[in-house]
């Protein structure tokens, strides 16, 4: 059965909720659990004083209740299952490298922050910095899958390496920013100068603003990746499956830096 | 089996590597758009190769009619594949050549051309031979490929289509499995 967590009281500070992924609570009892830290100030706060647990097996962990001050939400989940029925605030999923993370509310910045395998899937909104490294980071995201049903703030993708991230709603300014490779695709409106400085990699805008004049148009694009690609978006969102099925127009650039990348937009 | 990781170096800098769904694809520009490919390809040393079909008309339009309407039946048949351009042979071999260097020629026996010159396998009627190679993943699917195939230039008949098939078995040397054309009849 699965471990449910549910939130009984407000939370008085930011909180850490690293270690509440299933390979951290494998062989934890209930009482153990329950003894966790989570708190970030001198002020201790441990999982018994904040949610009522009902004991299971820790693959599967569903926390019932959020709050925008819980950090680092399924942060280097490996495996299982972890399902947030809330809001989480910063670092949601952060380093994960597989298993899968659900967030049903909205979620902070840097969620899904060097994501390198797995699923996140969140079902509210995101804040800025979507996938991204943190400071000094050279690489974001460097596999697995991104699944934003909402919006997302600006530097969406930044740095992103390898993976895909769908966006379903609109994204902010600088999307993807700095990629080296890797697709992102936005179903929504996109910000301003998206691809800025891209090396590699592809974009994939359903509405598209005006692209940099350091992109440059490559004509009508037609081929089975188009057809391949969208099979497999398709489960996951059938817009994203139809965008990749309609005719589309690539550009490449960034050409201000290497100018491998691509951004594909509805012909 | 490597393919499109060999295969990429052809894009020449321009390839693009794609991994998702745990599969990982090369995009290589080519003249026609884009070529895609796998990085690498299943291998198995259990399938059997090379069942074949010669197809023995009047002349090459007849014969080619057949071969089309016998490669559109056997394209249905799951687990077997028809590994030539369009499905379809001219240039059937026989087993070993006068040459050294070579392992396989031109199959002398059904070239209508030296019907005069070889110990010929074709009768006066034929003027033109197709051949269809078939591989299969089990040996029931390249039985089930050729049964397809026979009944589809049955049903088209002698007068628009083939007058003979037959089969090459190289002696027995191509391999350990036979398929008996008498057996396979619709």
């Known amino acids: 059965v699965t471990l449910v967590l549910t939130l009984s009281a407000t939370p008085t500070q930011r909180l850490d909720l690293s270690p509440l992924v299933p390979h951290l609570l494998k062989d934890k009892s209930e009482k153990d659990i329950a003894a966790i830290d989570l708190a970030t100030t001198r002020e201790k706060v441990s999982v018994g004083d904040l949610f009522k647990i009902r004991a299971g097996s820790p693959e599967e962990i569903r ?205 | 089996l490597k393919v499109g990781d060999l295969l990429r170096y052809f894009g020449d800098g321009w390839q693009i590597s794609k991994r998702f769904d745990d599969r990982h694809f090369w995009r290589i520009p080519t003249m026609d758009g884009e070529f895609l490919c796998e990085a690498t390809t299943g291998l198995t040393k259990s399938a059997v190769g090379g069942g074949n079909l010669l197809i023995c008309g009047a002349d090459y339009a007849k014969t080619l009619r057949a071969a089309e309407a016998a490669i559109e039946a056997m394209n249905k048949v799951r687990g077997a594949i028809m590994p030539f351009p369009g499905g379809i042979v001219r240039s059937g071999s026989k087993v070993g050549s006068r040459y050294k260097a070579l392992h396989a020629s031109t199959n002398d026996a059904f070239c209508p051309t030296l019907r005069g010159q070889v110990a010929t396998a074709l009768d006066d009627d034929i003027g033109c031979v197709l051949e269809i190679v078939i591989d299969g993943l089990t040996e029931a699917a390249v039985a089930d490929a050729t049964r397809a195939g026979l009944a589809a230039i049955i049903k088209l008949g002698p007068r628009n289509g083939a007058r003979r098939v037959t089969a090459g078995n190289y002696g027995g040397k191509l391999g350990p499995f036979h398929f008996h054309l008498k057996d396979l009849l619709p």
């Open chain 1, 63 to 267: 926390v019932e209740g959020g709050s925008e001050r819980f950090d680092n939400v399924g942060a280097g989940l490996e495996s299982g299952r972890i399902v947030v029925m809330g809001d989480t605030g910063t670092n949601v999923g952060r380093k994960m490298s597989g298993g899968e993370l659900v967030i049903s509310g909205n979620v902070g910045p840097y969620a899904g922050s060097c994501l390198a395998g797995g699923r996140l899937e969140i079902d509210g909104d995101a804040g800025d910095f979507l996938a991204a490294p943190r400071e000094g980071e050279i690489h974001g995201m460097s596999g697995g899958l991104l699944v934003l049903r909402g919006t997302a703030g600006a530097r969406a993708g930044d740095k992103l390496r390898r993976g895909t991230i769908l966006i379903e709603g609109d994204a902010g300014d600088w999307l993807g920013s700095r990629v080296m490779a890797g697709t992102l695709i936005v179903l929504g409106l996109a910000g301003e100068n998206p691809g800025y400085l891209m090396r590699r990699g592809t974009i994939a805008l359903a509405h598209p603003p005006e692209l940099a004049p350091t992109f440059v148009d490559c004509g009508a694009y037609s081929s089975a990746f188009a057809a391949v690609f969208g099979r497999f978006l398709r489960p996951q969102s059938r817009d994203a499956g139809r965008l990749f099925k309609a005719p589309l127009r690539r550009f490449a650039g960034d050409m201000a830096v290497l100018g491998k990348g691509e951004i594909f937009v509805p012909e």
